[in-house]
């Protein structure tokens, strides 16, 4: 995980929402929220039309997951990693060769009205990820970037599911 603020390298991007990564010399960063997953499976999956399904009732073989790291236990096969692919591309993934996956909870509008998969909550203790903002500590923008991570973490309240961490850098 440690390469997602390392997008500041890019000079057109001046702001970077990310999961945490190790310190980098030089870009400031704030926590902003716990976004929990959810599970996408194709509509004719056996466990499909549930609302919630527990971790404990999938199979880790069947699991289709992003390189980015899943701290949660299912670490997939060695064929169930797909690196740098859109949510639809692993939404197509998923119907064309069955299984799940998790995704982020702020999918659910943009996935919910794919054909061939449904969408369901996890069940338990939720399993997700945390959210920071990172940007260049010598950006002229710092203190109106500090603003914005706090406008992001009021929006974020205002979510079902979403869970805002410490201000804290």
């Known amino acids: 995980v440690g ?5 500041l390298s890019i000079p057109e991007l001046d702001a970077v929402l990310a ?16 976004e929990p997953w959810e599970l996408m499976l194709r509509a004719d999956h056996a466990l499909a039309g549930r609302p919630g399904i527990g971790l404990d009732e999938l199979d880790p073989a069947d699991a289709t997951l992003m390189a980015e790291s899943h701290a949660d236990g299912l670490d997939g096969n060695e064929h169930g990693h ?6 639809e591309s692993l939404a197509a993934l998923v119907s064309l060769r069955g299984g799940y996956a998790l ?5 659910r509008e943009r996935l919910a009205s794919m054909p061939g998969i449904v ?8 399993s997700g990820r945390e959210i920071a903002l ?3 500590d010598a ?10 991570a ?9 979510r079902p599911g979403l869970r805002v961490r410490s201000s804290k850098a």
């Open 119 to 126: 969408l369901a909550k996890l069940k338990g203790e939720a």
């Open 82 to 87: 797909v690196q740098d692919v859109s949510l």
């Open 103 to 107: 995704v982020p909870a702020l999918a």
């Open 150 to 158: 706090e406008l992001l973490r009021e929006l974020a309240r205002q």
């Open 3 to 7: 390469s997602n603020a390392s997008f």
């Open 19 to 34: 999961p945490p990564s190790a310190t980098i010399s030089g870009v400031a960063s704030r926590p902003l929220f716990f």
């Open 139 to 148: 950006s002229p923008w710092h203190d109106d970037l500090q603003a914005f």
């Open 134 to 136: 990172y940007w260049r």
